[in-house]
């Protein structure tokens, strides 16, 4: 075989590896869980939710968490500015579903570099129960929500968590965005579970609070510049694992500028740069862009032009993305795969960003990360406050 047959039968592999990876995402999402043991006790939950700003959607998301269809639950807000505009709408939501099962609380612990979860400090110090679960403001809880995350606990489980399925775009952004969390993070995230790599994703984290605790309570996520990553690597060392939901819950999106989509993906890039990098660096290959150009070079040898080769490859890859999020229940319409095509030229220069890039944003904070690993991540962390501070006095 010559080099041009040689970048024919790799790029079909690569196609035919990804529609693998499609296929197992496909079975794991569409896979009907028995209900688990910690379903069936139904134990108090808390849920701390951090909130900053209004958002399109914040009404339906944070009331959608104060209806859930579960026996014993609060919720807690956590802002860190008494002044932010979201905390008339919280103060509103206490009035309607009662101070009993809603509380707020102001200003947040100066724990680490990542203000979302210096947000988080206070609630969780404050939750009256043993089951927490920390929730993104723009989660959209189903009625079962408590009941999904529990059913996915088993004995070896340190930690349940939800990716976001993104849905209700409301303009072409945001269905590039649709592109970026359905068929390319989730179901990456989704194939790796159903093969025994379990990855945190901190939308929705169901934790049980003794253990976290007895591992360096909350403040141990300040480890990594992502609470995720930390969480992850907490868990492994601990012997358990990380689990998924069954079905990811929804994210609507809304109306969402294109580059404002691209900057939180420098962001998350960046992150999983820093925190997972032997995972980081192979995901330029998960993508059409060398399957396509490959195919462009070999398909002259199959006697196809180099045209032919680079369609038959998007063609292949992206029907079957179709085929997933169809299955699954994910935002498909006819622009689908121009917003897959938008992301995947998009994405290797995100990629390569994220190899040089310091800094990112997370509404509106700045968060540097060093250049050169994790181990300078938090160098500028402020010391713990006493809140934080273990039993035996030491953080």
Not at 88 to 107: F, K, N, S, T
Not at 134 to 154: C, F, G, T
Not at 202 to 209: A, T
Not at 210 to 219: H, Q, S, T
Request: net charge positive; hydrophobic share 50%; charged share 20%.
């Amino acid at each position: 075989m010559n080099g041009a047959q040689w970048a024919g039968l790799i790029a079909a592999l690569m196609v035919a590896a990804n529609l693998l990876c499609l296929a197992v995402a496909f079975v794991r999402l569409r896979r009907k869980q028995a209900p688990s043991r910690l379903q069936k006790l139904a134990p108090p939950v808390t849920i701390v939710r951090p909130v900053r700003g209004i958002e399109t959607f914040s009404r339906e998301t944070l009331t959608s968490g104060l209806e859930l269809d579960y026996p014993v639950y609060e919720t807690i807000f956590c802002v860190a500015d008494g002044h932010d505009p979201i905390v008339p709408l919280i103060e509103e939501l206490i009035g309607v579903y009662g101070a009993d099962r809603v509380r707020l609380i102001v200003g947040d612990v100066a724990v680490s570099a990542n203000p979302k979860l210096n947000n988080c400090i206070k609630g969780w110090e404050a939750a009256r129960h043993d089951w927490v679960v920390l929730a993104d403001s723009n989660v959209l809880m189903p009625k079962d929500y408590a009941q999904r995350l529990m059913a996915s606990w088993r004995e070896d489980t340190g930690l349940v968590c939800s990716t976001p399925a993104g849905s209700r775009p409301g303009c072409f952004g945001a269905e590039v965005e649709c592109a970026f969390l359905n068929t390319f993070q989730a179901r990456w995230q989704y194939a790796g579970e159903a093969l025994g790599f379990g990855f945190a994703q901190g939308k929705s984290m169901l934790w049980n609070k003794p253990f976290l605790d007895a591992n360096g309570g909350i403040a141990a996520l300040a480890a990594e510049i992502a609470e995720d990553a930390a969480a992850t690597k907490l868990v492994r060392k601990a012997g358990k694992r990380v689990h998924l939901v069954g079905q990811p819950f929804e994210q609507p999106l809304g109306p969402r500028n294109l580059r404002d989509v691209v900057q939180r993906q420098f962001r998350w890039a960046r992150l999983r740069r820093v925190t997972f990098l032997p995972f980081f660096a192979p995901e330029i290959l998960v993508g059409p862009l060398v399957p396509a150009v490959l195919a462009a070079f070999g398909a002259p040898a199959f006697g196809f032009s180099a045209w032919q080769g680079v369609l038959a490859v998007l063609a292949l890859w992206y029907a079957g993305e179709i085929v997933l999020a169809r299955g699954v229940g994910w935002f498909v319409n006819w622009r689908t795969p121009l917003a897959y095509l938008a992301r995947d030229l998009a994405f290797p220069g995100i990629w390569a960003y994220a190899f040089v890039a310091r800094e990112v944003s997370w509404r509106g904070n700045a968060m540097k990360i060093k250049a050169d690993g994790e181990d300078e991540l938090n160098q500028a962390v402020p010391a713990l406050s006493a809140v934080n501070m273990r039993s035996d006095g030491r953080p």
